[in-house]
């Protein structure tokens, strides 16, 4: 389990791990940094990051892989247009092949 005094930093720092053509949840992330159900909490940790340079807030949706947060970005279909360019397929604003495009950061990191 990763800790830090700043809990929206550590939220960054699990994102800025996930591989692209690959994406999580805003759960998992919460269960890698110590609170299974701090998922709200990493979401207002991602409601400030979806237009920094250097966070790939495209790769974090919601539990079943929805692209929940696609209106926080520059435009509507941004956050889908990121996905596709990496890979991903998304239909109907949802990450189709969700189980194998799931990165855990509990498994993945160590």
């Known amino acids: 389990?990763?800790?830090?005094?700043?809990?929206?930093?550590?939220?960054y720092d699990v994102v800025r791990q996930i591989p692209a053509g690959r994406a999580?949840?805003?759960?998992?992330?919460?269960?890698?940094?110590?609170?299974?159900?701090?998922?709200?909490?990493?979401?207002?940790?991602m409601g400030?990051?979806?237009?920094?340079?250097?966070i790939p807030a495209h790769r974090v949706v919601n539990?079943?892989?929805?692209?929940s947060?696609?209106?926080l970005?520059?435009?509507?279909?941004?956050?889908?247009?990121?996905?596709e360019a990496e890979g991903v397929k998304v239909e109907n604003n949802r990450i189709v092949n969700w189980e194998q495009c799931f990165w855990d950061p509990e498994k993945e990191l160590h």
Do not use: C, H
């Open 1 to 11: 389990m990763k800790k830090g005094n700043d809990f929206f930093n550590d939220v």
């Open 48 to 54: 400030s990051s979806y237009n920094e340079e250097g």
């Open 69 to 71: 947060a696609s209106q």
């Open 24 to 45: 999580t949840s805003y759960g998992a992330i919460a269960a890698y940094l110590g609170n299974k159900r701090g998922a709200r909490q990493v979401g207002w940790a």
């Open 73 to 83: 970005f520059e435009t509507p279909t941004t956050m889908q247009e990121r996905l």
């Open 63 to 67: 539990k079943v892989g929805e692209l």
